[in-house]
Structure formats: C-alpha cells, structure tokens
C-alpha cells in the first residue's frame, strides 16, 4: 500500500482557512454586538401622542425611562390620557424596534454570513 494520507491533499488547509476567517468574522460580530448593546442602552427614544401632550421615552431596547404628560393633558379626563399614554407607549416602541433593527442591519452588512 502506497500513499499514506493522500486522502487529505492540500484541499484540507484551504477549508481550515474559510473555518479560521468564519471565527474571526464570529468574533468581529460578537464584539460589535457588545458594542452596540451598550449604546442602544444609552439611547433614548422618545414616542410621543395628542400633539406632544404625552410623551414617553425609552432606551434603545425599549427599557421604559420616562412620561411625560403636559398639564393641560391631565384635564382631558382618565379615560383620554390613558389612551395618549397607550399611544406614546407604542409609538415610542415601534421607533425603538426600528432602531435596533437598522443599528443590528449595519452590524451585518458586508458579512456572508451562511444561509441556513
């Protein structure tokens, strides 16, 4: 028997080297994630209704930080200043979605990443 360990041929060493690049682009994502879970934290989206009347604010990752609701508001009675603040809530969640969305889509761009 000849030819001991043809079956790895140098075929191997340029798979170990599209492995070695898909770690390193692993670790790039990984670190960039980190990065932009602390700035998304820092962030603050306002979401707001009723012309300005109820505004709330939360962070990038919709942790809630703030109402606030103008005096004149308050004389709109419980039941429509309930409503303006559901409306901020959501208006403030949907711009903070959409951020981290568009900040996780620069994060991604350039990579090829596999389809699975």
């Not at 492995?19 to 989206?45: N, S």
Request: no cysteine.
């Amino acid at each position: 028997m000849t030819g001991k360990g043809q079956g790895f041929g140098f075929g191997g060493l340029g798979k170990m080297k599209e492995l070695a690049d898909a770690f390193k682009k692993a670790q790039q994502v990984q670190e960039g994630a980190r990065q932009l879970q602390e700035q998304l934290e820092q962030m603050e989206i306002e979401g707001e209704s009723g012309g300005g009347l109820v505004k709330v604010i939360v962070s990038g990752n919709q942790e809630p930080r703030r109402v606030e609701i103008a005096p004149e508001a308050l004389a709109q009675g419980a039941e429509l200043l309930s409503d303006l603040v559901t409306v901020a809530m959501k208006d403030a969640y949907s711009k903070s979605t959409a951020t981290m969305r568009e900040q996780m889509e620069v994060l991604t761009s350039g990579l090829e990443l596999p389809n699975f």
